[in-house]
């Protein structure tokens, strides 16, 4: 009785009812550690879980990036807001394409296609705030994500702009996929937005000259 008792009262330290269960399972149950161990898998399944939540306003995990340009917000705008030109200056783009009637303002959609040569993504706006603002939603994609947006905004000193992008997203499997994207897809979507900003700073620029 006493082999996994000091396991389970570390658990009940925790001040939660499931490692009060263990507690209690421990003494009841302890000739049979299968039973305690899969009871235990569970525990620590649920512990990874709740803590993923917490880091999550409504399930959704938010990156924020921003860039100076040394450009007017109008030369911004027209690049940024120019849907098919992504592919132009996004180095992870192979081809950006309209896919609506719409080639701008509230409504317009473009699907773009990956330089990895397997996955793609649709998206539209539903912001459109010339110099202002712009959103744009994830419609399909091929990624692990249930849901995404991507928001801009502007601020500008004299002849520099800052942009700001503020993206919030939703990953598919559960706590799995969360687990995921703390491993690996919030790094790599960070690291893939700021190779984004710097190409839209670079095209934005050399134009501006």
Not at 110 to 118: A, F
Not at 121 to 144: D, G, H, M, S, Y
Request: with cysteine.
């Amino acid at each position: 009785m006493t082999t996994y008792l000091p396991k389970c009262q570390g658990l009940y330290l925790l001040g939660n009812q499931s490692g009060a269960l263990f507690f209690l399972f421990s003494q009841h149950k302890a000739t049979k550690p299968l039973a305690f161990y899969k009871l235990f898998t569970i525990h620590l399944y649920l512990r990874i879980a709740s803590s993923f939540d917490a880091l999550r306003i409504n399930n959704m995990a938010t990156l924020k990036n921003e860039i100076v340009i040394k450009a007017p917000v109008e030369k911004i705008w027209a690049v940024l807001s120019d849907l098919p030109l992504l592919e132009k200056y996004d180095p992870t783009v192979l081809k950006s394409e309209l896919v609506s009637t719409e080639a701008s303002g509230i409504g317009a959609k473009r699907k773009v296609y990956m330089k990895d040569g397997k996955n793609w993504f649709e998206e539209k706006v539903t912001l459109w705030q010339p110099n202002e603002a712009l959103t744009i939603r994830l419609t399909n994609c091929t990624f692990p994500i249930n849901g995404l947006q991507h928001s801009y905004s502007f601020s500008s000193i004299g002849n520099n702009t800052t942009v700001r992008q503020v993206m919030i997203y939703d990953v598919k499997f559960g706590v799995l996929g969360k687990i995921m994207d703390w491993l690996m897809i919030r790094k790599q979507s960070d690291k893939g937005i700021k190779l984004f900003m710097s190409g839209l700073k670079d095209i934005v620029e050399r134009n501006n000259k």
